[in-house]
């Protein structure tokens, strides 16, 4: 039986992962942090008593910060195939914790590396490099393309991409690198805009909130769906020989596109009126099923408007991805495309609420009884 370690199995990308691999007959072992809180969300649909004799999933608590820890794990659980995943991924984020982004994105990787290298075993290693690392270089981008990084997340990624190059090219170790273009789901964290964008319509549509706000609307995005993305991971590691590839759709969008179409699929037609800080998203029209009795959603209404706290100190404006190698030489194409991606994400956001809703509606009753 083959087997695999991952770390960040815990996010969008590892989830999916671990029930790819799963699916395929490995054993996999995550690696996830210890937490006062459960953090296991993305996972528990696939997660098993770790005593049943059929139990094929592990995990182990950890962090990426502690090498020491990372060394046993890689000597104590043998893995085939190694899919480092885990970072400080938020963009944003980064520039407001640039050091602990650098420890744990950059740094982070070389000691998974040297981990590797010290144990001895024999493994193959993926790395998730990232579109960001192209930041201002002109679009299409592609794996000649220089790295011109705009943050402490991309300079990060850019660090790691290159030690990854380096254990390769120094010490033999079968280590790719996969520079994934932005790729979303009903799991992408809550924080990232196209699932802020996606649960903040439900909650608009279902009364909830009054307003989303947003930053950058011209930003341009290469934007796949996070499962069609998981399996040019595996493809990468299965190759007589590692190498670097571009994961992309070819397709880009517009953050406001993504937004106008998002809220068509929740029945609302949006106008863009206004410019730079002051443009605003209002109300054209919306499905009259939505009004009453879910929300007050009236004609004229400004629901979308810009945040300046939401833009970056330096900003990655045109991003799309030439994903030619991988499609030679991996076989690999994206299968889900923009329009059926924002209208999955926002059905399972649509669905989440309602469900939620039915589920207080029931305790209200109760509670209601009871009196």
């Not at 880009?252 to 998002?262: G, I």
């Not at 699929?265 to 939505?290: D, Q, R």
Request: proline share 5%.
């Amino acid at each position: 039986m083959r087997r695999a370690l991952i770390t960040g199995i815990t996010g969008q990308d590892g989830s999916y992962l671990a029930e790819f691999l799963l699916e395929k007959g490995y054993e996999v072992h995550g690696l996830i942090r210890r937490s006062s809180t459960f953090n296991t969300d993305r996972i528990d649909h696939i997660y098993t008593d770790p005593h049943d004799p059929k139990s094929k999933l592990f995990l182990h608590y950890g962090d990426i910060t502690d090498s020491g820890q990372l060394t046993n794990l890689i000597y104590n659980t043998q893995p085939d195939e190694i899919y480092h995943l885990a970072a400080q991924s938020h963009v944003r984020v980064s520039f407001d914790m640039p050091e602990f982004t650098g420890d744990v994105t950059a740094i982070g990787t070389t000691r998974l590396l040297e981990s590797i290298r010290r144990s001895g075993i024999k493994t193959r290693f993926y790395q998730a490099s990232s579109s960001e690392m192209f930041g201002e270089s002109p679009p299409p981008q592609n794996e000649e393309t220089p790295f011109r990084p705009r943050s402490p997340y991309a300079s990060a990624k850019v660090y790691a991409y290159w030690m990854a190059r380096n254990y390769r090219e120094g010490y033999g170790m079968f280590a790719c690198n996969g520079i994934l273009f932005n790729h979303e789901s009903p799991r992408r964290g809550e924080t990232f805009v196209t699932r802020k964008v996606t649960r903040a319509l439900a909650r608009i549509k279902y009364g909830l909130e009054k307003k989303l706000y947003l930053g950058n609307l011209e930003a341009r995005r290469d934007w796949g769906y996070a499962p069609d993305f998981i399996e040019a991971m595996w493809l990468m590691l299965q190759q007589d020989r590692p190498d670097d590839y571009v994961i992309a759709t070819g397709e880009t969008h517009s953050v406001r596109e993504f937004v106008s179409l998002a809220f068509s699929y929740a029945g609302i037609e949006l106008e863009w009126v206004g410019s730079g800080p002051n443009e605003k998203g209002v109300i054209k029209s919306y499905a009259s099923s939505l009004n009453p009795p879910t929300s007050n959603l009236r004609i004229g209404d400004a629901i979308i408007e810009i945040d300046p706290r939401y833009f970056r100190p330096l900003e990655v404006e045109f991003l799309q991805g030439d994903a030619s190698k991988a499609r030679k030489r991996l076989g690999w194409e994206p299968r889900v495309k923009f329009s059926e991606l924002v209208k999955i994400m926002v059905e399972a956001d649509l669905k989440n609420l309602e469900e939620m809703k039915q589920c207080q509606d029931v305790i209200r009753k109760l509670s209601n009884n009871k009196k």
